[in-house]
């Protein structure tokens, strides 16, 4: 769930930064074109008004207008530095009252190999 959320929003970050909400709001206002088109006439002359151009919307022109200025829809990003407290200049490591080592654990592929029990265990089979 929390890798394909991730996924979700590294997608709408690249489209953000790259300039696709300008693809989606245009996508939009074409859906809603062909949709209050297609109540006047028929499917095909609705999508052939939808394209070729002429007759744009309000949202088309709005979205033409905002692209040629360069504009950006209004969300601004602040970046703040990072501040952290002084540290004491005499900063002193010092070693723990009681130190133990732990023992050693043989990783190695040959401490893995082991012949199986034999014969076999019969509470597997039964």
């Known amino acids: ?3 394909r959320l991730g996924n979700v929003f590294l997608i709408l970050a690249l489209l953000f930064f790259t300039g ?4 989606v709001l245009q996508s939009v206002a074409w859906m809603g074109m062909v949709v209050s088109y297609s109540e006047r ?3 095909k002359e609705a999508l052939t008004q939808t394209f070729d151009g002429r007759h744009p919307c309000c949202l088309c022109k709005a ?3 905002a692209e040629k200025s360069g504009k950006k829809p209004q969300f ?6 990072l501040e952290f ?7 002193v490591f010092t070693a723990p009252s009681q130190f133990e080592l732990l023992p050693s654990v043989d990783s190695s ?10 014969p076999p265990p019969r509470g ?3």
Do not use: H, Y
């Not at 696709?20 to 693809?23: D, K």
């Open 63 to 65: 979205i033409a207008a």
């Open 109 to 118: 592929a040959q401490s893995l190999i082991q012949k199986p029990p034999t």
């Open 1 to 3: 769930m929390s890798k």
């Open 20 to 23: 696709g909400e300008w693809i």
């Open 76 to 81: 601004s990003l602040r970046l703040q530095k």
């Open 85 to 91: 407290p002084p540290l004491k200049e005499n900063l």
């Open 41 to 43: 006439a028929p499917l």
């Open 124 to 126: 597997f089979f039964a």
